[in-house]
Every structure is written in C-alpha cells, then in structure tokens.
C-alpha cells in the first residue's frame, strides 16, 4: 500500500508523538520543543490518530484536527501527519511496525508523557515497543513519581539513559528509555472540551 510520509533522509533521527490532538493545544508545542532538544532529533512528527482505543468516546473529524495541528504548530522540523489513517494502522505498535520497516535507515524514537508510561502495560503489545524503539519519556504535573515506579520501568529499569546523557538516546539500542523533567504547562486537551473551548 502506498502512503505519504513527510521528507526522510537516511540517518535522521525522528520523535514520534502520537495522540489525538483533541484538541491540539501550546502544550503539544511546548513538549514537541523541549523534546528535540533534549533527545537530539533532527526532526519530529505529529501523529494524529483516527482514534485512541482506550478512549470509549471519538475525537473530532480527522480534518478539523489536522488543521487546528498545522495552524499551531509550525516549526519548520516538525511535521503533522496523518499516516496512521493512511496505513490504517489502529494500534501504536502496528504504525512503529510499518515505519521500521520502510525506513529502516531512519532511527526513531516513541515520544510520551509520563502519564502514560503508567499506563503503558494496558498497550498493546507494548513491550514490543519498548524492545524495538528507544522511547523519551517526558515529566507532566503530578506524574513523576508514579511513572517511575510503573511496571514499565520497573521491568526495564536496567535499560534506563540517564537524563544528562538524553541526547544519545537515538542512537541506544532497544531496549532503551529516558525520562525527562520539563517545566510542563497543565494545559490538557481534556480540559479544554470540558471548558468548551473546542466546539
């Protein structure tokens, strides 16, 4: 199946931040920033998703979220995609799969907030992930010490990158993980819906 992904060259390091951008908001830029920095990408890319599956209700038309995530962010090393419609991949795993596969001179790197590597083992097949992709970990309000002690990074303490050496991390052979801590905004996609602020 043919797809459009943005420009690659060969050796690049490229984040990847997947989510639905429901909406995408100045903290999706602010951790899409410090992320590059920190990890030495040369590039990063915003995956807006069709859908998250732990998620009971949908997020906007696809259409919408693109366009808010183009208006917002504008970067010029930061790319909105929607390649997991395209490829019709439906779980993180599957998109990570699919990507190795057809740039397998492009190192990348899974990029998400702590709260979410707490509740990584309800991903599926997310040790795969961690055993195939170097992931970046960044710190949000109230979530450092819980996703310290996650079952993630319990079973893949020994694989851990010190946060000084961050910027190594794209070139660490999988299994390979570093957690960060960012001055974060409490700014959520959540609280912008229930505010009404994203009609």
């Not at 997020?59 to 504008?74: F, G, H, Q, V, Y």
């Not at 190192?107 to 599926?124: C, H, I, S, T, Y």
């Amino acid at each position: 199946m043919r797809y459009t992904t943005p420009l690659i060259r060969p050796g690049q390091s490229i984040g990847l931040l997947g989510g639905s951008f429901d909406p995408p908001h100045a903290g999706h830029v602010h951790i899409s920033l410090e992320a590059m920095k920190r990890f030495g990408l040369d590039r990063l890319w915003w995956l807006v998703s069709p859908g998250n599956p732990l998620k009971v209700n949908g997020p906007a038309p696809m259409d919408k979220r693109l366009a808010a995530s183009r208006e917002i962010m504008t970067h010029p090393r930061v790319d909105v995609t929607d390649i997991e419609a395209q490829m019709g991949t439906r779980y993180t795993a599957e998109t990570l799969q699919k990507l190795r596969a057809r740039y397998p001179a492009t190192r990348f790197v899974w990029l998400m907030g702590a709260d979410n590597m707490v509740q990584f083992p309800k991903w599926e097949r997310w040790d795969w992930i961690m055993e195939n992709v170097p992931v970046g970990v960044m710190a949000r309000p109230g979530q450092r010490l819980s996703a310290r002690m996650s079952k993630a990074a319990d079973r893949y303490g020994r694989w851990r990158v010190p946060a000084y050496e961050s910027h190594k991390l794209p070139h660490c052979a999988p299994p390979a993980w570093c957690f960060i801590n960012i001055p974060m905004s409490n700014i959520s996609s959540t609280a912008i819906r229930a505010s009404g602020g994203w009609g």
